[in-house]
């Protein structure tokens, strides 16, 4: 039971260009949520997706997209990297039996726009 | 803006005091969360606590509830050096499906 994964660890992007975070659970968890953490600051929500085939927009969406491949897996795409887009960030997910929300949480990804 | 705010930003302690943050929030919520962070790595649950309690333990963690005041506290006894990491309170309003994280308190406890 690996829990949530993500890949890659750690990325170096110029500006402009694109790339796709991994995220993928093995807990058959309803609900998948990717944040990003700035230095010194809490979480916040980019995407989320409540369930398969669902996704909603968080506190942060500008510049990314998200796809719910499957129950297991959810994906952030950030299109025309920007240097504000340099963050570490966590992909996490949830049963979401609409009362309970204890989140687990991958191990982050850092992100480096140059 | 953030629903959840925690109070201190950053707290020294020596090994075996307690330490105590606070977390206040604006609106209603079902559940209030803390997690801990250690340096560089993912969140951690650590205890969640619904509307309807005021008072919840887990081991050396002791968590209150005030909707009232609309704040929460989480209490660490007995503080260890492997407790030093950073602790976000996280909100859960009605309906939303999401929570919402605050800034987070650092804890730093000295050998």
């Known amino acids: 039971n690996a829990g949530v994964t993500q890949t890659p660890k750690f990325q170096v992007l110029k500006t402009g260009q694109s790339m796709t975070l991994q995220c993928a659970q093995d807990?058959?968890?309803?609900?998948m949520y990717w944040y990003r953490q700035d230095p010194g600051m809490g979480l916040r929500l980019i995407y989320y997706?409540?369930?398969?085939?669902?996704?909603d927009k968080g506190e942060v969406p500008n510049g990314y997209n998200v796809s719910r491949l499957n129950k297991r897996e959810f994906s952030l795409r950030l299109e025309s990297a920007a240097p504000s887009q340099t963050s570490v960030y966590f992909c996490?997910?949830?049963?979401?039996?609409?009362?309970?929300?204890?989140?687990?949480f991958g191990p982050g990804t850092r992100l480096t726009v140059t | 803006s953030q629903q959840g705010e925690e109070d201190p930003q950053a707290l020294s302690i020596q090994e075996g005091e307690n330490a105590t943050m606070n977390c206040s929030y604006k609106?209603?919520?079902?559940?209030l969360q803390w997690y801990r962070q250690n340096s560089g790595r993912g969140l951690v649950h650590l205890i969640l606590?619904?509307?309807?309690?005021r008072e919840k333990h887990s081991g050396r963690l002791r968590v209150t509830l005030d909707t009232s005041k609309k704040s929460s506290s989480l209490l660490i006894t007995a503080s260890r050096a492997a407790d030093t990491a950073s602790y976000f309170c996280?909100?859960?309003?009605?309906?939303?499906?999401?929570?919402?994280f605050g800034d987070g308190t650092t804890l730093t406890v000295k050998p």
């Open positions: 996280a909100t859960d309003p009605p309906n939303a499906g999401k929570s919402t």
């Open positions: 997706s409540a369930s398969e085939g669902t996704t």
């Open positions: 807990m058959n968890h309803n609900s």
């Open positions: 609106t209603s919520i079902n559940n």
């Open positions: 996490a997910s949830s049963e979401a039996a609409g009362y309970s929300y204890e989140q687990y």
């Open positions: 606590i619904r509307s309807n309690e």
